[in-house]
């Protein structure tokens, strides 16, 4: 189980197998406790993987990057060093804007006067400036095998170079205003934009990606909505290509994707510049030409048969706008604290709308849930909201009020490692936003202590207020001093969370957690109706008294819990697996009010159950108001599991 995974990114060099990242793998591993994986794109240069690095590294999502940059031959035919130094700094924003820790090794190459390359000097000057790790490594005798491939001592001298710089690699704190005028560059991929259609994938040096089959005479078209700058393309290249015909609004031409080298299958990668200087397109269209490339091989018999060529990738390019050309959106998840409305979040956005425009502050607060119940929820409300980053607001729970021991503490443990898969796996940021209640023990608050151990190990952002009575108007809420006073903390909190991707890590055996809500399951009994409180929206399965109501899952899950309604009309719900019966509590002092809540039972695994409203009438006295003696009406919103 690794700690960390380091990617090497570069070009052919990189892609040698095994190369020297080959001969550094095992070692690597063993010393940092990390899975290494590399993307070498041998053949293109510089000012074509600017277009596709970005989705490379949101592919593999390291956590350290070593950049080899240098080693194309471009020096041999550009020299435009203003586009250059683009694609160089557009590397180091895709690193810092994702907390990626970042190093460059400048391997050499036999045709470079180093004491009048501009590359170097160009290296020298950004990595002097802005603080990133960087090598250049001198000619030595015997390391290449021509003018930049390695020999095998060659790679082994090589791969301790690469063991040296990586624990050298760091977190880039750049002014992003250094980055203003560097576009966005990015690639369309056509399996993407051209679902359905037969596919070839190429998969050299570690870079493995797919390509749109296109038959000779064959033509594929690709709307643009919003329209926009046509700077490119990858295409297949081998024994079998030709000639491409491209249409791009006024742009027209015609791309030989075959030279003396297509005895062999790669990726070809083409620059329109006529393209990056004009203006949008709203679409593209490409047609394989039937005709047989006149070229001769280097080595090996031309194959004559009728032309398949495949294209991979549309390069387009945006001004840059700041961070994802939008506002980052946070989403805070918590209980009754965060649902208040107006709180301390709402309060907080206002602040962000002043002094943060580019922080969109959202919020899902649902009272009466514990943390072992909201865990379930978490990934529904990721791929729903879509946050950038997501903060959990889970210690005001009862629950922390309680003793500590061994269960407790590793259920806890549980709800923070399976709320880092998830947002591992979606790309989100985490931020841990504990807040005080009345009742705990200061002595022994192994909530707060599980979670500052758990956030130092996985490197995430967390601020812990100390309780201050007179900041609240029961044993949690907030009064309007109070709500100011966490709209702040929260505001540190989200600014600490921009600025940090956690440590990902040692998380391959962390617990899932997932739900089925009603809508999801198959229903007969029962009426639909919607719940509602502080703004969080639910379909309820309404379980009126009298009623057995049938509820069948998708798949058979291990059942663990039930949210359910809490109010003036609920009681006490049985629910029947086979023969097994399960009661549930659903009223307290408290149901003056309607709410939701988790309700644990015996774990069980099925597919489905019975469920019904008990008619009697609850014995718990209200702590105010007149209790509701009508009949009685269960309600479930979604129903628990564990993935096993």
Known sequence: MADEKILVLGFSVTAERPGFVGVAKEELERRFNAEVVKAGLGGLQPYHSRYLFPQIIDEHDPDILILDHATPAFRNFYNDQEDYRLSLL???????ERGIRMAMIDFPRTDVDYKNDWVSKCHDLICGMLDVPYRRVD?????????????????RFYADI???????????????????????????????????????????????????????????????????????????????????????????????????????????????NE?????????????????????????????????IGAIGHIFTERPSLGRK??????????????????????????????????????????????????RHLVDAFLRSEKPDALIIEFSTAA?????????????????????????????????????PLTGVNPDDDWVADTNRAICKKHRVPRVELDLKPELLWDNVHPTDEGKEVYAKALLGLLDKVNKTKPLFRGLTKARKFSAYAIPEVDVKGGFMREFSRHGYVADMLAVPEGQNVTVTLPKE?????????????????????????????????????????????????????????????????????VKDTGPRTGGITHILYEEE
């Open 90 to 96: 557009s590397v180091l924003r895709e690193c810092q």
């Open 139 to 155: 000619l030595k005798e015997g390391v290449l095998r021509d003018e930049v491939h390695t020999t095998e001592y060659g790679s």
């Open 162 to 272: 690469l063991l040296e710089m990586v624990p050298q690699a760091r977190e880039l704190d750049i002014d992003p205003s250094y980055f203003a005028d560097v576009p966005r560059y990015d690639a369309l991929r056509m399996v993407d934009a051209l679902p359905g259609r037969p596919v070839h994938t190429v998969d050299r040096g570690g870079y493995r990606t797919d390509l749109v089959r296109l038959p000779a005479g064959e033509t594929v078209n690709v709307r643009f909505d919003p329209p926009r700058k046509f700077c490119g393309f990858t295409a297949l290249m081998g024994p079998r290509t030709g000639a491409l015909e491209i249409k791009a609004g006024p742009i027209k031409r015609r791309q030989v994707s075959y030279d003396q080298f297509c005895y062999y299958e790669r990726m070809g990668a083409f620059v329109v």
């Open 275 to 307: 393209g990056i200087k004009g203006p949008k397109v709203d679409g593209i269209s490409v047609t394989q030409s039937s005709e047989i490339p006149t070229i001769d091989l280097l080595k090996g018999e031309k194959n004559t048969d009728s032309r």
């Open 325 to 374: 050309d939008s506002k980052m959106k946070f989403l805070v998840f918590g209980f009754s604290v965060t649902g208040e409305v107006p709180g301390y979040v709402e309060k907080c956005a206002e602040i962000c709308a002043d002094s943060r425009p580019d922080y969109e502050v959202t919020k899902i607060g649902i009272g009466g849930l514990q943390p072992n119940h909201a």
């Open 399 to 435: 629950y922390r009020t309680q003793n500590s021991n061994d269960y407790r503490i590793k259920e806890q443990q549980a709800t923070l490692q399976s709320i880092l898969r998830l947002c591992k796996e979606n790309k989100v940021r985490l931020g841990v936003l504990d807040l």
């Open 557 to 625: 899950v291990k059942m663990t819990a039930l949210i359910v309604g809490i109010g003036p009309k609920s009681s006490m719900m049985v629910f029947q697996i086979g023969k097994e019966n399960q009661i549930l509590q659903c009223f307290d002092q408290f149901c003056y009010y309607e709410r939701v809540g988790g309700r644990s039972f015996t774990p069980v695994t099925t597919d489905k159950f019975v469920v019904a409203q008990s008619a009697k009438l609850p014995e718990t006295e209200l702590l105010k108001g």
